[in-house]
């Protein structure tokens, strides 16, 4: 299958390295002119930029906390001015502390809501209404499998995913009429690296496909529900995780 993202504007959130920036280069060597959006990771963030330039395609970093209204709505404002405007969302921003909740103290679990879950509603508020506008406009926001099946270590984050996917099936439901699809994809574990290998071959046995994920398997995922092939999906949550969950 061919992915035509050409002339689409794509902002993808937590872009600078990562899975964020596989995504962002991918996209736009199928033709989207991307914005790269980093928190505090500048040189990462630029590095990306510079990779994209050479597919050219329009491309450019942005600085903001999504889990701050304010600079949202700023972020809009100056990618206003350098694309026109923003026909896609893909929200791979995120933060996570890996704890019980017993271990937190109660202005702790703040963070990880603003950016989970207010962060979602903060793009979603600002950026689909211009969507509506042009009657077209993608909205996916990724999340871990924690947020359907739980996790005594990422009990708050958890929580906040799965507002965020309830809202976006609400959501859905309210701009479907104006062409606009808006999904979840749920990842298993996805292998940075980071893991020893005693770990990782105890985490592995927990997957029926007997491997983690790799930035190409979200990427696919992302890319098909960004193109106008999903154009008759909406209020879904598409699961990549190789089988560690099935939820029906």
């Known amino acids: 299958m061919q992915i035509n993202l050409q002339g689409k504007n794509v902002l993808i959130t937590g872009a600078a390295k990562g899975i964020g920036r596989e995504l962002a280069i991918t996209a736009a060597e199928n033709g989207a002119n991307v914005a790269v959006h980093y928190r505090e990771s500048e040189q990462e963030a630029l590095q990306t930029v510079k990779e994209i330039e050479k597919l050219g395609v329009k491309v450019s970093a ?69 969507m509506k506008e042009n009657n077209n406009g993608k909205f996916i926001n990724i999340v871990g499998d924690s947020a359907r099946t739980g996790d005594r270590n990422l009990i708050v984050s958890a929580a906040a995913r799965n507002g965020a996917i309830s809202f976006l099936k609400s959501l859905a439901k309210e701009v479907g009429r104006n062409n606009i699809q808006c999904n979840t994809i749920s990842l298993g574990m996805i292998d940075q ?43 879904q949550v598409l699961s990549v995780n190789g089988g560690h969950s099935m939820i029906g």
């Open 193 to 235: 690296g980071r893991l020893n290998e005693e770990l990782l071959n105890k985490i592995i046995k927990q997957y029926p496909m007997k491997r983690l994920g790799g930035a190409s398997d979200v990427v696919g995922a992302v890319l098909f529900m960004l193109s106008e092939d999903a154009d008759w999906i909406t209020g």
């Open 62 to 130: 942005i600085q903001a906390d999504i889990g701050n209204f304010e600079e949202v709505r700023e972020m809009k404002d100056n990618l206003d001015k350098k694309f026109g405007q923003i026909d896609r969302i893909v929200n791979n921003a995120g933060w996570a502390q890996l704890k019980s909740f017993f271990q937190y103290e109660p202005e702790e679990w703040k963070r990880e809501v603003d950016v989970c879950f207010h962060g979602v509603l903060n793009l979603a508020y600002t950026f689909i209404p211009t």
